[in-house]
T-cell receptor, first 112, second 113 residues
Framework: DTAVSQTPKYLVTQMGNDKSIKCEQNLGHDTMYWYKQDSKKFLKIMFSYNNKELIINETVPNRFSPKSPDKAHLNLHINSLELGDSAVYFC???????????FGDGTRLSIL | AQSVTQPDIHITVSEGASLELRCNYSYGATPYLFWYVQSPGQGLQLLLKYFSGDTLVQGIKGFEAEFKRSQSSFNLRKPSVHWSDAAEYFCAVGAGGSYIPTFGRGTSLIVHP
């Protein structure tokens, strides 16, 4: 059983398109996150939800919008994709904000 | 704001040799500290964590780390490296007053046979 699963694993699309990445966790955790990892492996937090409530919203363009329909899911929608959005996006979850995180395997987004 | 510094971008060791990966943090209070490992094409996996208590913590895969408050460090060690340990290693400070977990830039471990 995969603890944190993301789909799709790879996403290749053109500039200007809108795309979504889905994330689900079956660990019963209260907190979920989205991270962006750039080509130099730098990992930067984008959003965090705790019990479906947005608690961290870092400096991210408005084109990125997270949605949490329930505690087990945190999806990421991206509008008007740009070349600079190319990266690996990781979903993660933890019991609470102070506990270790469990990561998904990532979604590699490539913008043509 | 908290921060994490991993001064070594790459570390190369021979299989069987000992390993130490450095991590320095900046945080006003006692931090929650973590080490994660990322294998190619995969997400991050927790190796070990420090919250309080014994400053020498044991983790999975034979790794350990020592919290040294006086040096603001949390270095990761392994006595004998295996080829399968080649990966990217991330040190992280847990969410503090800002509730934002912070990761270092990572250290890439290369293992020579």
């Amino acid at each position: 059983d995969t603890a944190v699963s993301q789909t799709p694993k790879y996403l290749v699309t053109q500039m200007g398109n809108d795309k979504s990445i889905k994330c689900e966790q079956n660990l019963g955790h209260d907190t979920m996150y989205w991270y962006k990892q750039d080509s130099k492996k730098f990992l930067k937090i984008m959003f965090s939800y705790n019990n479906k409530e947005l608690i961290i919203n870092e400096t991210v363009p408005n084109r990125f919008s997270p949605k949490s329909p329930d505690k087990a899911h945190l999806n990421l929608h991206i509008n008007s994709l740009e070349l600079g959005d190319s990266a690996v996006y990781f979903c993660a979850s933890s019991q609470d904000l102070f506990q270790p995180q469990h990561f998904g395997d990532g979604t590699r987004l490539s913008i043509l | 704001a908290q921060s994490v510094t991993q001064p070594d971008i790459h570390i190369t060791v021979s299989e069987g040799a000992s390993l130490e990966l450095r991590c320095n943090y900046s945080y006003g209070a006692t931090p929650y500290l973590f080490w994660y490992v990322q294998s190619p094409g995969q997400g991050l996996q927790l190796l070990l964590k420090y919250f309080s208590g014994d400053t020498l913590v044991q983790g999975i895969k034979g790794f350990e780390a020592e919290f040294k408050r006086s040096q603001s460090s949390f270095n990761l060690r392994k006595p004998s490296v295996h080829w399968s340990d080649a990966a990217e290693y991330f040190c992280a400070v847990g969410a503090g007053g800002s509730y934002i977990p912070t990761f270092g830039r990572g250290t890439s471990l290369i293992v020579h046979p």
